[in-house]
C-alpha cells in the first residue's frame, strides 16, 4: 500500500504505519494462540514463540477516499504480515 511517498510492505512496525498513512479510519483488535512454534518479526529481529503463546493481532482498514478502494493493513505481534485491497470503495 502506498502512503504518500511511503510504500507499507510486510515487517513494517505499527508505529512506521501510522507514521507513514495516519490514523487508520477503523481498526480491530484480537488476541491470537499460536498452535506451533514459529518466527516472528522482521528487518533482522526474530524471536520464536511456543504453542499455546498468546499473540496481539490488529487489522486496520484505511479509507482513502470515494474514488479508491478501501486497503486492510492486518498485523501480528505489532508487525505488519499482510496488506489486501478491499473490494469496496472509500466514501
Given at each position: 500500500?502506498r502512503?504518500?511517498?511511503?510504500?507499507?510492505?510486510?515487517?513494517?512496525?505499527?508505529?512506521?504505519?501510522?507514521?507513514?498513512?495516519g490514523?487508520?479510519?477503523?481498526?480491530?483488535?484480537?488476541?491470537?494462540?499460536s498452535?506451533?512454534?514459529?518466527?516472528?518479526?522482521?528487518?533482522?529481529v526474530?524471536?520464536?514463540?511456543t504453542?499455546?503463546?498468546?499473540?496481539?493481532?490488529?487489522?486496520?482498514?484505511?479509507?482513502?477516499?470515494?474514488r479508491?478502494?478501501?486497503?486492510?493493513?492486518r498485523?501480528?505481534d505489532?508487525?505488519?504480515?499482510?496488506?489486501?485491497?478491499?473490494?469496496?470503495?472509500g466514501?
Amino acid at each position: 500500500m502506498r502512503c504518500g511517498n511511503k510504500l507499507v510492505v510486510v515487517g513494517d512496525s505499527m508505529a512506521a504505519v501510522r507514521a507513514y498513512c495516519g490514523r487508520p479510519a477503523q481498526a480491530q483488535r484480537s488476541v491470537a494462540v499460536s498452535a506451533t512454534t514459529t518466527r516472528v518479526g522482521g528487518r533482522g529481529v526474530s524471536r520464536s514463540r511456543t504453542a499455546g503463546a498468546a499473540v496481539p493481532v490488529e487489522t486496520w482498514t484505511y479509507n482513502r477516499g470515494p474514488r479508491k478502494l478501501l486497503m486492510s493493513v492486518r498485523f501480528v505481534d505489532g508487525r505488519v504480515v499482510a496488506v489486501k485491497t478491499l473490494h469496496a470503495y472509500g466514501y
